[in-house]
């Protein structure tokens, strides 16, 4: 795509045929509203849907977000769930940070 808008429109395509990768890309474009308005509620259902399709960038992007809650309240025991999903499939940004709300007791 030469655009982020033809980027939208290629995502939504291949998201609508279920291919994860495309569905967390466009999960992103609409959290930051790149070629699109940006729409959090939208944002949050396609990162779910690639997370539980067993994509790890989006567990890990979903984990971050419900941690810091951006776009959304903050929820702990999520972010955990979703650090955990992410680090079982080997991130190491995702046991780094799990490990960290361990440390500190948080979630």
């Known amino acids: 795509p030469r655009s982020d808008t033809e980027a939208v429109s290629a995502y939504q395509r291949a998201a609508a045929l279920g291919y994860a990768p495309a569905t967390y890309n466009l999960a992103r474009l609409y959290r930051l509203g790149r070629g699109i308005g940006a729409n959090a509620d939208l944002s949050r259902v396609l990162y779910e849907r690639a997370a539980d399709a067993g994509l790890a960038a989006a567990q890990l992007s979903l984990a971050m977000l419900y941690e810091a ?5 903050q929820d702990l025991p999520r972010a955990v769930r979703w650090y955990r999903a992410a680090a079982a499939q080997g991130s190491p940004e995702a046991m780094l940070n799990l490990g960290y709300l361990y440390a500190a007791g948080r979630g």
Request: zero cysteines; glycine letters at 20%; charged letters at 0%.
């Open 69 to 73: 809650g951006m776009n959304w309240p």
